[in-house]
């Protein structure tokens, strides 16, 4: 769910304004911001961003579908980043096999609540070279709560999807875009960079696929990152329309991390693109 903002053709202002609704700040964090990851500096960069590393035996077991593709430059190939959230769902496994017809690699953000019994479903995205990230473990507005309440939800998620994978994630996306000095300081103690987004289909709201798929190809520019949700299935019936039409606008699928290869993920600074 997302916040309402008005449809229509100024997409990049009213993207924008879901995602900059509480960051003001946001400028110039990068360049204070404390690239030490005290939580989890043990573990390995490519599996902090998503990538499977040390997988479980029955992850191990199976050949990836869909590897990553480490030589993806986004300076050359005009790249978009798809991303979903809220999942998993009844509808990401269909999901995943729209996108291995298409060889497309996409990030998940996880709500934590919603993997016991779907711990498959997250090792499958993993192995087929898709990303994902901490969507909270239920979906709350970070910003009405206190430090202590945002870390339980971030940590929570995180130890339920290294209990699932075997791995953990340098990627968050907070609820609603909503994000404030505080969420900031949460994430660079935990070592998450914040990752929202520039293109909002808004598909949440507006439970059609053919309007989903047009917003999406169309509003998408290079670099872009793109905010749909794989727990309605409207949205998920919209992707090979999506992934046809953006594949005939010349662009790439490429993960978050992928695309923000050329600027080194900082904690707690806060990502709309990749640019
Ligand atoms: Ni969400």
Redesign the pocket.
């Known amino acids: ?2 916040f309402v903002v008005p449809a229509g053709p100024p997409r990049r202002l009213t993207a924008a304004a879901g995602a900059v609704l509480f960051l003001g700040w946001i400028s110039g964090l990068g360049a204070t911001a404390n690239s030490q990851v005290p939580a989890s500096s043990s573990t390995p960069p490519s599996a902090r961003h998503g990538y499977a590393r040390s997988r479980s035996a029955a992850a191990r077991a199976r050949q990836p579908v869909r590897p990553p593709e480490p030589t993806v430059d986004c300076r050359v190939a005009k790249c978009v980043a798809l991303t979903f ?2 999942g998993p769902g009844p509808y990401t496994n269909k999901l995943l096999r729209m996108l291995a017809v298409h060889h497309a690699h996409v990030t998940f ?1 996880l ?1 934590g609540g919603n993997i016991k019994g779907r711990e498959a479903t997250v090792r499958e995205e993993l192995a087929a070279g898709d990303a994902i990230g901490d ?1 909270t473990w239920s ?1 709350p507005q970070l910003t009405t709560m206190s430090e202590r309440a945002i870390k339980s939800q971030l940590t929570r998620t995180l130890s339920e999807i290294h209990r699932a994978t075997g791995v953990s994630t340098g990627l968050m ?1 907070p ?2 875009g909503a994000t404030d000095h505080h969420v900031a300081r949460v994430t660079r103690e935990l070592g998450f960079a914040q990752i929202l987004w520039s293109v909002d289909t808004n598909d ?1 709201r507006d439970r059609n696929s053919k309007i989903v798929a047009h917003r999406a190809v169309s509003w998408a520019h290079r670099n872009d990152i793109i905010l749909m ?1 794989d727990i309605h299935p409207t949205t998920v019936d919209a992707v090979p329309k999506i992934l046809d039409g953006l594949t005939k606008r010349g662009f790439t699928f490429v993960t978050v991390p992928q695309l923000l290869a050329a600027h080194p993920l900082k904690p707690g600074k806060a990502y709309l693109d990749g640019h």
């Open positions: 769910m997302r959230d809220d953000f709500i969507h979906h996306r609820p609603y949440w949700h």
